[in-house]
T-cell receptor, first 113, second 115 residues
Framework: GNSVTQMEGPVTLSEEAFLTINCTYT??????LFWYVQYPGEGLQLLLK?????DKGSNKGFEATYRKETTSFHLEKGSVQVSDSAVYFC????????????FGGGTRLMVKP | KAGVTQTPRYLIKTRGQQVTLSCSPI?????VSWYQQTPGQGLQFLFE???????NKGNFPGRFSGRQFSNSRSEMNVSTLELGDSALYLC??????????????FGQGTRLTVV
């Protein structure tokens, strides 16, 4: 079946540090890929997405590139802020499976001032 | 416009009881999906409804069921509650299904505690 693997957290960084959260997937075919963020006490919010190979999703300084050859979708940000502290989820979806999302385990990011 | 509304936000139930959770999607959205979030299993897909029909179902026992009404509001029901059903239940609302869809919008969730 389809699966998503993320690096385990927590990831602890100082403000303005560079962030990378690794995400790889296993799937038959070429899914759409997503990063969602969950702030404390909240539901999930879509951060960015990519629907085909070599697409780059970007939002709020975060970026991720769909790499078909390595089945990866790593999340990066050049300079993190304290307000970026949250749990980040990588997910995939196949259109023929409706809106069903398969999520990775989540990575908690803690940014210290 | 209003977001996805889930009620109640918190719920405490006893083993063996049943529970019904409600989700009101964003106005105009016709697809509603449900997820269970636990520390051990992470986020797992329960089911998806579109135009009152269940389109997909995850790997959960028959104690978990759902439905969608003509106004797109959805309910999920868990019967004969077990301690392991304690979780955050998240509802996601989408405009359409398939390639026309853009993204899923999540509610804040219902925190269910089974004692």
């Amino acid at each position: 079946g389809n699966s998503v693997t993320q690096m385990e957290g927590p990831v602890t960084l100082s403000e303005e540090a560079f962030l990378t959260i690794n995400c790889t997937y296993t799937a038959t075919g070429y899914p759409s890929l997503f990063w969602y963020v969950q702030y404390p006490g909240e539901g999930l919010q879509l951060l960015l997405k990519a629907t085909k190979a070599d697409d780059k999703g970007s939002n709020k300084g975060f970026e991720a590139t769909y790499r078909k050859e390595t089945t990866s979708f790593h999340l990066e940000k050049g300079s993190v802020q304290v307000s970026d502290s949250a749990v980040y989820f990588c997910a995939l979806n196949f259109h023929n499976a409706g809106n069903m999302l398969t999520f990775g385990g989540g990575t908690r990011l803690m940014v210290k001032p | 416009k209003a977001g996805v509304t889930q009620t109640p936000r918190y719920l405490i139930k006893t083993r063996g009881q049943q529970v019904t959770l409600s989700c009101s999607p964003i106005s105009g959205h016709r697809s509603v999906s449900w997820y269970q979030q636990t520390p051990g299993q992470g986020l797992q897909f329960l089911f998806e409804y579109f135009s009152e029909t269940q389109r997909n179902k995850g790997n959960f026992p028959g104690r978990f069921s759902g439905r969608q009404f003509s106004n797109s509001r959805s309910e999920m029901n868990v019967s004969t509650l077990e301690l392991g059903d304690s979780a955050l239940y998240l509802c996601a609302s989408s405009l359409e299904v398939g390639p026309k869809n853009t993204e899923a919008f999540f509610g804040q969730g219902t925190r269910l505690t089974v004692v």
